[in-house]
């Protein structure tokens, strides 16, 4: 908007993108955008190319441009939530998340492999700077034995504890997932605090996974909520909705004020956390 690089899209604009991960719009955060001046710019382009109503596909940054831009010249806007950290209130799941999940599995099973035939203990940082779903999905997903997410804190003496445990009982390797933002660190912190605490002969190993779970072919589920998304925000546009997300809540189209969505948490089901404890026994 702020460099007035707009171009009309058709329907055939759109295909063969269904199957594609990251953006083919190759959007991004701006600096220039969070200037009252960046804004004024894509304002007066929005006007010249009459340009009515926008949509938002993003996040907490994202939904807090779109919020501030509309209340300052009153362009109504429509918020799609795209985000793998599914840490938006007002939707249950957020696009990418699932496709993050399931490729985060993937290399936790791989590694799984590795860890039981050498006997090792490996710790995996998965993304999650501010939320844990990734973590406690995979987590559960993949046996691992401990989920450590920034929501809770888990001290090192319950790793440590629940490594020993698994001594008690043979189990000569075992999975922990890190997410990146957890207190105690990141994986390769995690590990080295461990070391100094345990058999110094066991074989500790980290994992960072990094931006591979960003991107890779999006998963059905994906494919489906980004439709639903995209259709609810462009429907709600149309029928006058403005500064508010689309989101699924209980598989029903909802939408949220950008203002809820930015600053109300969005929790971590108990029932998540209670069964990562149950199946790690």
Do not use: C
Not at 242 to 260: Q, S
């Amino acid at each position: 908007m702020i460099a007035g690089d707009v171009y009309k899209m058709e329907s055939h604009s759109v295909s063969n993108i269904v199957q594609r991960g990251g953006t083919i719009l190759k959007s991004a955060r701006s600096k220039e955008f969070m200037t009252p001046e960046g804004r004024k710019k894509a304002y007066d382009n929005l006007q010249a190319l009459e340009i009515e109503g926008l949509i938002a596909i993003g996040g907490n940054g994202t939904f807090t441009g779109a919020m501030i831009f509309g209340n300052e010249y009153g362009i109504p806007t429509v918020g799609a939530p795209g985000t793998i950290d599914n840490d938006l209130y007002g939707t249950d799941y957020t696009i990418g998340f699932d496709t993050a999940v399931n490729t985060a599995l993937d290399a936790i099973d791989r590694i799984r492999d590795t860890a039981s035939s050498h006997d090792r203990i490996f710790f995996i940082e998965v993304m999650g700077r501010d939320s844990g779903y990734i973590a406690i999905q995979s987590g559960i997903a993949g046996g691992a034995e401990l989920v450590m997410v920034p929501e809770v804190l888990t001290p090192i003496s319950q790793v440590v504890e629940t490594l020993k445990q698994g001594w008690s009982r043979s189990k000569s390797s075992s999975i922990i997932i890190v997410a990146e933002g957890d207190e105690e660190g990141s994986a390769q912190e995690v590990a080295d605090k461990i070391k100094v605490q345990v058999d110094e002969n066991a074989d500790i190993r980290v994992t960072t996974l990094g931006h591979t779970q960003r991107g890779g072919t999006p998963s059905a589920y994906d494919r489906i909520l980004a439709s639903r998304l995209g259709l609810g925000a462009l429907e709600g546009l149309i029928a006058g909705q403005k500064n508010v997300m689309a989101g699924i809540i209980n598989n029903e189209l909802v939408y949220t004020p950008f203002e809820d969505t930015i600053r109300l948490p969005k929790p971590i089901n108990e029932d998540l956390l209670r069964m990562v404890k149950i199946l790690s026994v």
